[in-house]
């Protein structure tokens, strides 16, 4: 059955000429809405499934054109700030298009299968010379799996390489299902612990597990990525853990992201409070010791 390219979903951003979301040159596709809430999180923008609007404090000069234009009274100014009410807004963009120092600007847009596409299709020769593709990132497309499923489909019929960078957070039928069309699986482990992965992402690693393990079995090439955090999975022991389980699972190559600040910015524009705000960011250098235990074990860590 043909991909039905007018199914719809929510993207937050499609950047192209990526070179660190699979092989080659590729485009990455950044799907709106996350079941998990990493306190170190860089996007948190794209944790919501909704259309949001975010206030640049740089811009505004405070004239509350927007608390008088919002119908829904989701605009209110608190301590000489602007918040916006994410429950109450209904992503009319009305406050963002009468906003005069363009200081509200919104996160998410709804787009279909074919629209997606035609943007992916404009670096097709970039593709080909460089073994490159779509890549499906967030958020978390498994979220939106209808939209995910459609998009991969279209692709294959397009004859685009496909990857996406999951945390694995779905039952294993719905993930089973979106990583049918893709080639390459790019996996986020946050932590080998089950209630410490629970404490720092809400949610416990149980379902990432099992879904790590299928896609392993279902012979897709799967790079697993751990995003190195301070108090969180950083020691030396946590090295020990994963590699004890990568083992297990027969993982030979492992991708270390060290920690980083950029997305601090963002939780300001969303009125949030940001956890690692005073945390100094990590370097390759900081974790070597980290990665020769990974390579003590035979498994092949790089950054």
């Known amino acids: 059955m043909k991909a039905n390219r007018e199914q719809t979903g929510v993207v937050f951003n499609i950047q192209k000429f990526s070179v660190n979301d699979g092989p080659g040159i590729r485009t990455v596709v950044f799907f709106k809405g996350c079941p998990l809430r990493c306190q170190w999180c860089s996007n948190p923008e794209s944790q919501s499934t909704k259309v949001q609007i975010l206030w640049d404090t740089k811009k505004c000069v405070h004239c509350l054109h927007c608390i008088d234009t919002c119908k829904q009274n989701a605009v209110r100014e608190v301590n000489n700030e602007i918040h916006i009410d994410h429950k109450a807004c209904i992503g009319c963009l009305e406050c963002e298009q009468e906003c005069p120092q363009n200081a509200l600007k919104h996160e998410g847009d709804t787009k279909t299968v074919q629209q997606v596409l035609n943007i992916v299709k404009q670096d097709e020769v970039f593709y080909e010379e460089s073994g490159g593709g779509i890549t499906l990132s967030g958020g978390e497309l498994l979220m939106q799996s209808e939209f995910a499923c459609e998009l991969l489909k279209a692709c294959k019929e397009e004859n685009i390489h496909t990857a996406c960078e999951t945390t694995g957070f779905a039952s294993p039928d719905v993930f089973l299902k979106v990583i049918e069309n893709i080639d390459y699986v790019l996996f986020d482990m946050k932590h080998w612990d089950t209630q410490k992965h629970k404490e720092y992402t809400g949610?416990?690693?149980?379902?990432?597990?099992?879904?790590?393990?299928?896609?392993?079995?279902?012979?897709?090439?799967?790079?697993?990525?751990?995003?190195?955090?301070?108090?969180f999975n950083d020691s030396l022991h946590d090295a020990e853990m994963f590699s004890q389980q990568f083992k297990e699972l027969g993982i030979q190559r492992v991708q270390l992201l060290p920690f980083h600040q950029f997305g601090e910015n963002k939780y300001s524009l969303l009125n949030k409070e940001y956890a690692y705000r005073n945390t100094t960011a990590l370097h390759k250098e900081d974790l070597i010791p980290y990665q020769n235990i990974f390579l003590a074990h035979g498994i092949e860590a790089f950054f």
């Open 203 to 231: 949610v416990e690693n149980t379902l990432i597990k099992e879904n790590i393990k299928q896609s392993i079995a279902s012979g897709k090439t799967v790079l697993p990525r751990i995003p190195v955090i301070p108090g």
